[in-house]
């Protein structure tokens, strides 16, 4: 049988292939399976629990259509729009923060990084963004939810939130409990300035990500400059294990050339860095020059990008209303 596949981009500047790798590639990958239903969503409303420019909120939210685009997914198969037009989703996060503890959204890393030292000055958004991720996922009783690693604990709040809900009202499984996918070993794309922090769209410096917009000269500069160590390639998986940076590096490696993490060892070892660094720039050029010149190609329609976000809004809008139905029956509303 196949998934109900539901995953969400944020649309906050420029995508980067932490997102690719970690989220998109498996998106394209589930998109071609003929058996899958598809919803791929540009989460504008997870975007404002951090201040936006409204101009540049509209032109990033057409650039994440045009990612998706660009890098394979077909609209045509799946659907795709923006959060904020389908208002079920607004509604069924305040009921879900309803059913939702703050126990647990108190355990949320991602809060305590993103709000930082100054929890008082974020906003409530910010708090209780995971229970508007669950709504999205739960309204169109997704099965599945392609994901990168750092999204794994929201997505185990979504299934004790669901969880929670069809307990309390004795619904039997009225919100189906849904299965993070997430990739086993490219989950967790780091930057290239320091191998032990996640590549981030919020990183001050350009030089620590890929983005998908990229030029052929911003690849061979930012991978010319990426942080390696002194040593030699490494030769085992332990060794490997040992140097974050070097693992970094021979995972994107690996994964944007279809290899496993030992296949790259075993043709890079002993050699040095900057041996590695040219078939690496090869292999982002390669995949990732296609896609930054489709973006800046679709970004000149945007007619087009908005037609795809209104037919999508509306065949999403068309599950979710019926959902919302079902849960205002459930509750006595
Ligand atoms: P967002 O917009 O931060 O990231 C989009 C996707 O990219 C993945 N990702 C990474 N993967 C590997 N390495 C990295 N360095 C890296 N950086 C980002 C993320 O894990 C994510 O899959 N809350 C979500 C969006 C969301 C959502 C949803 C996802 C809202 N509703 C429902 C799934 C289902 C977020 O902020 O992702």
């Known amino acids: 049988m196949g998934k109900k596949i539901f995953s969400g981009v944020q649309p906050t500047g420029n995508l980067h292939l932490g997102n690719y790798l970690g989220a ?14 598809c919803i791929f969503c540009v989460v504008d409303l997870h975007a404002i629990t951090v201040n936006q420019d409204p101009k ?4 990033n939210i057409r650039g994440t259509v045009a990612t998706f685009l660009a890098s ?20 069924a996060a305040w009921i879900l923060s309803c059913v939702a503890r703050m126990g647990w959204l108190n355990r949320m890393t991602q809060f305590k990084e993103k709000a930082g030292k100054d929890k008082e000055k974020a906003s409530v958004g ?5 229970v508007l991720m669950a709504a ?97 390639m490494p030769s085992t998986i332990d060794d490997l294990n040992k140097r974050p940076e070097a693992k970094n590096l021979i995972g994107i490696y690996s994964s944007l050339a279809d290899l496993k993490l030992e296949e790259t060892i075993n043709k890079f070892s002993g050699k040095n860095f900057s041996e590695f660094k040219e078939n690496l720039t090869q292999v982002l050029i390669d995949k990732i020059i296609p896609i930054s010149v489709e973006i800046k190609k679709l970004l000149d329609d945007k007619n087009y990008l908005d037609e795809i976000l209104l037919d999508g809004s509306k065949k999403a809008g068309d599950i979710a209303s019926k959902k919302i139905k079902k849960i205002h029956e459930i509750l006595g509303f």
């Open 24 to 37: 998109i590639k498996n998106f394209v990958d589930l998109n071609n399976e003929d058996e899958n239903d």
């Open 56 to 59: 540049e909120l509209s032109n």
């Open 72 to 91: 394979g997914i077909d609209p045509k198969k799946s659907i795709i729009f923006n959060q904020s037009k389908v208002s079920a989703h607004s509604e």
């Open 126 to 130: 910010l708090y209780s963004y995971p």
């Open 136 to 232: 999205d996922i739960l309204l169109y009783d997704a099965t599945h939810v392609p994901v990168g690693e750092d999204q794994k604990q929201h997505l185990e709040l979504c299934r004790d939130i669901a969880q929670k809900f069809n307990n309390d009202f004795k619904t039997n499984d009225f919100f189906k409990i849904p299965e993070p996918l997430i990739q086993k070993e490219f989950s967790r794309i780091m930057s290239l300035k320091d191998g032990l922090k996640k590549m981030s769209k919020s990183e001050i410096s350009d030089l620590s990500r890929i983005n998908l917009t990229d030029t052929k000269d911003e690849i061979i500069n930012k991978i010319k400059k990426a942080k390696t160590d002194p040593l030699p």
